[in-house]
């Protein structure tokens, strides 16, 4: 995909800029608002990365003048502002997603691959089972209409689960596709965020969702 980033601080726009074309990415980076607007109005990008504070123009400022212009390309603003008011404005100016720094690089490819793909039809912007449901715009959980307080890992561990509803997840599995880990780090990491998760989306609701099959792994079902 080509990518344009709208990143001031030049450090970090290198470190992402390398990142993304070790992952097959062409990345454009500009460094204010003005020229990432001017840049971003011509439609040639997958997608944008977009810092909220920039010199020029604001980054909240230039997703909103490029929806206003009837450009729809997906934006994910990358910023420090980590408010929840500030989610909400970034949202609601017209962002897909908001992530805060610091951050993982796993994290922000997810993401950027999540909402292009969301921008093509091919992946629904809410997964439900049952009486639960996630949000993957907002990075909101609830369940039977009752919203779930989930950490950033806490909702990828479930978001994983939900694509896989149904199906058996090994610890391998996990460790792969949530926290990119390709080896074995002979710890409890798993096991202490699945039963973090596990009381915040089982206790206190009828159905337990979130099974675990000794010596294979876990599984997400209603049933």
């Known amino acids: 995909m080509k990518l344009l980033l709208v990143e001031d601080d030049r450090e970090t726009a290198g470190h992402i800029v390398d990142a993304l074309q070790g992952h097959g990415h062409a990345v454009e980076h500009v460094d204010n608002g003005t020229e990432g607007l001017a840049r971003a109005?011509?439609?040639?990008?997958?997608?944008?990365?977009?810092?909220?504070?920039?010199?020029?123009?604001?980054?909240?400022?230039?997703?909103?003048?490029?929806?206003?212009?009837?450009?729809?390309?997906?934006?994910?603003?990358?910023?420090?502002?980590?408010?929840?008011?500030?989610?909400?404005?970034?949202?609601?100016?017209g962002a897909d997603d908001y992530l805060v720094k610091p951050f993982a690089f796993v994290e922000l490819l997810a993401r950027v691959n999540a909402i292009t793909r969301r921008a093509d039809g091919a992946e629904p912007t809410r997964l439900?089972?049952?009486?639960?449901?996630?949000?993957?715009?907002?990075?909101t959980a609830s369940r039977d209409g009752k919203a779930i307080e989930l950490q950033s890992q806490e909702?990828?561990?479930?978001?994983?689960?939900?694509?896989?509803?149904?199906?058996?997840?090994?610890?391998?599995?996990?460790?792969?596709?949530?926290?990119?880990?390709?080896?074995?780090?002979?710890?409890?990491?798993?096991?202490?965020?699945?039963?973090?998760?596990?009381?915040?989306?089982?206790r206190g609701f009828g159905i337990e969702l979130i099974r675990t099959l000794r010596g294979t792994g876990y599984v997400l079902r209603a049933d």
Do not use: C
């Open 41 to 93: 109005m011509t439609g040639e990008h997958a997608a944008l990365i977009v810092d909220r504070m920039l010199p020029g123009l604001d980054g909240l400022t230039l997703v909103r003048r490029l929806r206003a212009e009837g450009h729809q390309t997906p934006v994910l603003f990358l910023t420090t502002m980590s408010g929840l008011d500030d989610r909400v404005e970034g949202l609601e100016g």
């Open 128 to 139: 439900r089972l049952a009486d639960l449901e996630i949000d993957l715009i907002r990075r």
């Open 155 to 202: 909702f990828r561990l479930l978001e994983y689960l939900l694509h896989n509803a149904g199906r058996v997840v090994t610890r391998t599995m996990l460790l792969e596709n949530v926290w990119d880990l390709h080896f074995d780090p002979r710890t409890n990491i798993v096991e202490t965020h699945m039963s973090r998760l596990r009381s915040k989306v089982d």
